[in-house]
């Protein structure tokens, strides 16, 4: 039996959700919903109030939110991981979007090392590296 057609748009929806840090574009969000780019982006709009580029776009910078929030990674760093490659365009439209630029946004919350339960001595000890040979995988040294 086949999906009535709200269905399919919401397929799409779940690919940008589960894949909003790689390069989706409307060709292939379409193909997820069957239907023809365009027809796509005019549905998409209809049944979710945005075009897919901007709803992509959202995802993109509320999962940066959430980053900045909860690590202590750099701001370029945070931009790259969430699929976007210019910091400059991240910055303009996460200003757009939350009124301030990253770095303000993060200021107003904790660091993310004053989160953790950990005390400052243990979180030291395992974010040091480990002093491994190449025989990681357990076996025994040869003869």
């Known amino acids: 039996m086949p999906l009535p057609p709200a269905r399919y748009l919401v397929r799409a929806k779940d690919l940008v959700d589960r ?54 990674r750099k701001v370029a760093d945070i931009c790259m991981m969430v699929g976007l490659t210019s910091v400059g365009s991240f910055t303009t439209s996460f200003t757009r979007m939350y009124g301030c630029s990253p770095t303000a946004y993060r200021a107003q919350f904790p660091a993310a090392s004053a989160l953790s339960q950990l005390p400052w001595c243990v979180q030291r000890r395992v974010g040091l590296p480990q002093h491994r040979t190449f025989r990681e995988d357990g076996a025994a040294a040869g003869p």
């Open 19 to 72: 894949r909003y840090a790689e390069p989706l574009t409307v060709a292939q969000l379409a193909e997820a919903a069957r239907l023809s780019p365009a027809h796509f982006s005019r549905e998409f709009r209809a049944a979710f109030g945005e075009p897919p580029h901007r709803y992509l776009l959202r995802r993109r910078l509320e999962r940066a939110a959430a980053m900045l929030r909860t690590t202590d």
